[in-house]
């Protein structure tokens, strides 16, 4: 399968930097077998024990990629602003290590839900939730898709969320939740519309997003660093939404949305005459191309999770849950 790669980040852009359809039929063969049309009719996107098998694999291909800084090894476990994320992180690691990762911890995943839609025709995905021995407390919440039966399952979204803000899913009789048309006029903002209205925010601000860490703290911060003596940074916002950066929402108990969306930033720090731009770290010049004399342009790609309101149900603010984001790519000039 083809992937949309994008940019990414690392986790802070010093030390800590780099964190963390197929075709099938509904008709009865001569051997009596029944093939589905998986493009037609509405079916769950998988089974428990099929999810908990994909969240192993994924696990395993992580932590081997991980301990040996080898993009390679979990390629086809992740795609999306993942893999955008991942690719660069390992890219970086091994760049500054190319013996492996010397701080090599195996992730490990307990207390594990499942959520699992219905829904006609391809791609379909399911949502993974789970306590880690990594990240604090958070709860990891991991998008896996595909786009067709005989494809792997793969991780196209992975974001942290504090304990007690995942919210209850709607889901019929059979336990099997619901999955919103990315178009979906039901919302206060169609998924759709999500990663373009949160890039034009944090540019112009607004009322559209609740306050909170990854919208009006995030936007002070970029202000704040805005100008400092010596030094002025940009920032540009754009967003991404084709291929496996598309959103995917889940209905809510309350009826609105959980939604899972994706952004491509930019920052370009530039240096006043006589100035240069602070030397960045070894996980950032690893990923930077052309040679850093007066400016540094970072490029970063993030996914976000949110809770997007019932059109026309109380307060229509939609809430930015969480956030991960890698640098992907990096110019000097």
Not at 119 to 142: Q, Y
Not at 179 to 190: C, D, Y
Request: aromatic content about 6%; proline content about 6%; glycine content about 8%.
């Amino acid at each position: 399968m083809s992937r949309d790669r994008g940019p990414r980040r690392l986790r802070r852009l010093d030390r800590s930097v780099l964190m963390a359809a197929s075709m099938t039929a509904l008709s009865v063969t001569a051997s009596g077998c029944v093939v589905v049309h998986g493009e037609r009719e509405v079916l769950p996107a998988t089974t428990e024990d099929e999810a908990a098998r994909a969240l192993a694999e994924f696990t395993a291909a992580y932590n081997r990629a991980d301990k040996a800084y080898d993009s390679s090894l979990d390629a086809d476990h992740v795609t999306g602003p993942l893999a955008a994320i991942d690719e660069a992180r390992l890219k970086a690691g091994r760049a500054n290590n190319p013996d492996g990762n010397p701080a090599h911890s195996p992730l490990k995943f307990s207390d594990v839900e499942y959520t699992i839609p219905k829904k006609a025709g391809w791609p379909r995905w399911f949502l993974a939730d789970a306590a880690a021995n990594k990240g604090s407390a958070a709860r990891w919440l991991m998008v896996f898709t595909r786009n067709g039966l005989t494809e792997q399952w793969q991780v196209s979204y992975l974001t942290l969320v504090a304990p007690g803000k995942v919210p209850e899913f709607k889901k019929d009789k059979d336990g099997w939740a619901e999955a919103i048309p990315a178009n979906s006029p039901e919302l206060a903002v169609a998924p759709d519309d999500l990663s373009q209205n949160y890039a034009t925010y944090l540019q112009d601000g607004g009322d559209a997003f609740a306050p909170g860490t990854h919208t009006t703290t995030w936007r002070e911060l970029r202000d704040k660093n805005k100008s400092k003596p010596g030094l002025a940074t940009q920032y540009i916002d754009e967003p991404l939404t084709n291929g496996d950066y598309a959103p995917v929402a889940l209905r809510t108990a309350d009826g609105g949305a959980l939604v899972f969306f994706s952004t491509r930033h930019f920052e370009k720090q530039t240096a006043a005459a006589g100035t240069s731009v602070p030397t960045p770290s070894k996980d950032v010049e690893a990923l930077t191309t052309g040679e850093i004399k007066q400016s540094l342009t970072l490029e970063v790609v993030s996914n976000e999770v949110a809770l997007d309101p019932e059109k026309g149900s109380g307060d229509q603010q939609v809430t930015v849950l969480g956030r991960i984001q890698g640098l992907t790519a990096a110019k000097g000039e």
